[in-house]
């Protein structure tokens, strides 16, 4: 290094205040950079006390160069050294910077016993140019959902149920499910849950905005169908939202743009699939839409819940921070594999967290919170369809069933949940080992 570019480099330490006391510092030669290393202990505590700026040499690096303390933090005063050729500063390392800070609590995406393993399989793609439907209670405006979300539709034909004045209409915003103590034939009242904005982020959250979370498939699209709201919803209006969105017809409903690749069902009821829905979802599996259900959560049979035990669907049992079947699962012969749906345990960071909105009832804010159950689950499913889809954008309904079932991990719950506990990245390197055979 030249003279000027060293008293240059000195002037940039020296021009923006720090307070760094260590620098790392290469000599020219040996001889230089054992004079500097060398006064005796005496002198340096005799020019320590009256010179701030004296460094004191901490360590030679196995490079050869040597790390100096210097009292005042200005590298400056190395210039009074000879032979140096460079300075810099020994920087604090930390951690490199996640671009979802709350990522690190996502545990059901990483953890190396519990999680899917999504970091595997976003080596493959991040979900570009799959669509994930929604139907739950709508979208509440949130950060995470920005940009992620594509033209839905309200199927709730009741005012009164879905608490915006009207029927039908394209406006998939929730407004809201909160219940007054007697409200839904329960005897305790209840906050809004913004169930359907929980769900959706789960899938699908924005990656890199250095907001909170991430979603399985982050840059593939949503789209928000809203057939729950107050004390729930209708079968029928759930029946013509798949209709729709699947890609068929609905009489006053304009038709979709284009149809997704997988429909997320994060609810449930007791009984048989009755002909009605089954026929909806045969539909639009024949369309090509993969259906992902979750299980329930009444710690039974999920024979007894539908949709998940209607033919063709992929019914998602939950897992807790163990990946062991979690207490409220249901669970038995009808579930095609499981994913974490959190601990319900009391304590919060076992469930899983995503976007919520901050209002008791009406929408306040958006915010984070944490939530257990297969409505969470499932979407960790519906977002490896899409991460599938976005693979291979030929992939068919039922070959992507057998990934999943295939490339599952064994869960601490044999016989009860399924193929075992959803692996993102097996899964995704299995799609693209097949395509690559073709």
């Not at 620098?23 to 009256?50: C, G, H, L, N, Y």
Request: proline share 5%; glycine share 10%; aromatic share 4%.
């Amino acid at each position: 290094m030249s003279r000027h570019c060293l008293a240059l480099c000195l002037a940039l330490f020296t021009t923006t205040p720090t307070h760094a006391t260590q620098f790392i510092v290469r000599f020219a030669d040996q001889a230089s950079a054992a004079a500097a290393r060398v006064p005796a202990e005496s002198t340096m505590r005799r020019k320590r006390a009256t010179d701030a700026g004296q460094p004191r040499h901490i360590a030679t690096l196995a490079t050869g160069a040597d790390v100096f303390e210097i009292e005042d933090g200005n590298a400056a005063h190395f210039a009074r050294l000879p032979g140096v050729i460079s300075v810099e500063e020994d920087r604090i390392i930390r951690p490199a910077a996640l671009p979802d800070p709350l990522y690190s609590r996502q545990w059901s995406l990483h953890d190396l016993r519990a999680g899917i393993d999504a970091e595997v399989a976003w080596k493959h793609t991040r979900g570009h140019g799959a669509i994930i439907a929604v139907l739950d209670t709508g979208s509440t405006p949130h950060a995470e959902l920005e940009g992620q979300l594509l033209p839905g539709y309200d199927f709730i034909s009741e005012a009164v149920r879905a608490r915006d004045g009207d029927g039908r209409d394209a406006d998939a915003t929730d407004e809201g499910d909160w219940e007054d103590p007697g409200d839904c034939g329960r005897r305790a009242g209840a906050r809004s849950s913004w169930h359907g904005t929980h769900v959706m982020a789960l899938a699908g959250a924005r990656r890199g905005n250095r907001l909170g979370i991430v979603g399985v498939a982050p840059e593939a699209k949503i789209i928000p169908v809203r057939v729950l709201g107050h004390c729930g919803g209708r079968l029928s209006d759930m029946i013509d939202a798949l209709a729709w969105v699947s890609g068929g017809e609905v009489a006053g409903v304009p038709p979709l743009a284009r149809r997704p690749d997988v429909i997320n069902l994060s609810l449930s009821t007791a009984g048989a699939c009755g002909d009605a829905l089954a026929d909806a979802l045969a539909q639009a599996r024949a369309r090509g839409v993969a259906i992902v259900a979750a299980a329930g959560n009444d710690g039974a049979d999920a024979h007894a819940v539908t949709p998940a035990n209607c033919p063709g669907v992929i019914a998602v049992a939950g897992l807790d921070r163990h990946a062991s079947l979690a207490w409220y699962s249901n669970h038995g012969e009808a579930i095609t594999l499981a994913a974490p749906g959190g601990s319900l345990s009391g304590l919060r960071t076992d469930d899983l967290i995503s976007a919520v909105d901050q209002g008791a009832r009406t929408r306040w804010r958006g915010v984070f919170g944490y939530l257990a159950g297969t409505s969470m689950a499932a979407p960790l499913v519906s977002g490896v369809v899409a991460l599938m889809r976005s693979a291979d954008p030929v992939l068919g309904v039922d070959d992507m069933t057998r990934h999943l079932v295939d490339n599952a991990r064994p869960a601490r719950c044999p016989r009860l949940c399924g193929a075992g506990l959803l692996d993102a990245g097996a899964t995704l390197d299995a799609v693209a080992q097949e395509k690559a055979r073709r």
